[in-house]
């Protein structure tokens, strides 16, 4: 029959199996076909691949494949169990689907290639699947792809907090630095959250890093230093991290300069907290303008703010000695200033300064590329339709793990 034919060379079914009828369901909008293989007693265990007496065969399963011209389209087959004198009676490998799927490898190709592109819920309509069975597609997705990761270099990773539901849960994210992918992530932020990280590593990995980026946060850096051998040369705090430190300190010197002013009717602060917040670099001419007034008074905020910029031109020096310097000169200026949240921030400064020095060593930071940014911003953004942290972490590996996660069309039949 000619549509036999036509169906085996459209799906693409290989010997022994082939096309026993295409029923086509014209109601249902739905095609049917089922497949069936001669008689043979020889099967190959699916587990090492042996050649082994046929043992029997399970009930008729189905499997859902890609649409013919918008027909949905069903495998049928009976599959055939070998039995295997080391590893006993299990299913055959079948070539057109992995075991235990009730899709076919091309669709769920397909599944994972829209899923790339658009949210489960608009996958599963277009699909007509449940998000349920769309999120299976995934989190199987996610097991191909790490158990196909290879164990590379990571010279340089970024561990980072990340909120999931708005302030109520965290998620540690490791990143690694160079090649934009999420490694690791885990629930919480904890020591132990990190800690689970070091155990998926090979010996040589865990020797192949570099450096650390990270926020002044002891229950990564004890975990690091736990782990990673020569771990204080290879910490580098995150200079954004303590630009914000800097700016927290800004703003609270803000806040009570503001108080004592307004109280007396001077107005000059009111309305400018973000001018204070925001990156110079950023600055419109008009905001600039307005600025510079500002930052040239005599406000005890101007000096803060100073402060912070100066602080910040750490990060542009070449030379360990001549940061030192700099700093040295930087702290005896904050600690005088007697604006008490920098001479805070200054202490705290003083007390890490050597791991926040590895960075021109090091010259990383824990900011990851735009385009992986962009990718966790949108997992969180549709986490809030995940149920738990379990959902929310396949989707974190399938968008942003770098990983391989399309089926293969396995060999041995
Ligand atoms: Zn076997």
Known sequence: MQDRQLYEQIL?????????????????EEVHVFLEHPQQSVWRCAQCGRECALYD???????????????????????????????????VRLPWAEPHSRFTLLFERLAIDWLQAASQTAVAKRLELSWDEVHAIMERAVARGLKRREAEA????????????????????????????????????KQASLDGFWKTLTAEQLASIEAVAM?????????????????????????????KHLGDAVDRVRRGEHKVLNAAGD????????????????????QWREFRELRQSNLKTARAWSLKEQAMLLWDYTYPGSAEKHFAWWYRWATHSRLKPMVDKARMLKARLPTILTYLKHGITNATSESLNSKIQWVKYTARGFRNFKNFTTAIYFHCGGLDLAPHPHKNP
């Open 12 to 28: 693409g079914i290989p010997s022994p199996w082939s096309v026993e009828r295409v029923e086509l369901k014209l109601e249902e």
């Open 57 to 91: 065969h399970t009930p008729e399963r189905s499997w859902r494949h890609l649409d013919t011209c918008q027909y949905r389209t069903l495998l049928h087959a009976d599959p055939p169990r070998a039995n295997c004198p080391e590893h006993g009676v299990h299913a």
């Open 154 to 189: 990571i010279p340089r990773i970024g561990v980072d907090e990340k909120a999931f539901r708005k302030g109520h849960k965290y998620a540690t994210l490791v990143t690694d630095l160079d090649q934009s992918r999420v490694l690791y992530v885990a629930e919480d932020r």
């Open 215 to 243: 926020d002044m946060w002891d229950a990564y850096e004890n975990s690091v230093r736990a782990h990673v051998p020569q771990a204080a040369e290879k910490i580098v705090y995150d200079k954004f991290h303590v630009a």
């Open 267 to 286: 107005k000059r602060l009111v309305g400018s907290k973000y001018l204070w917040l925001r990156n110079p670099d950023n600055f419109t001419d008009d």
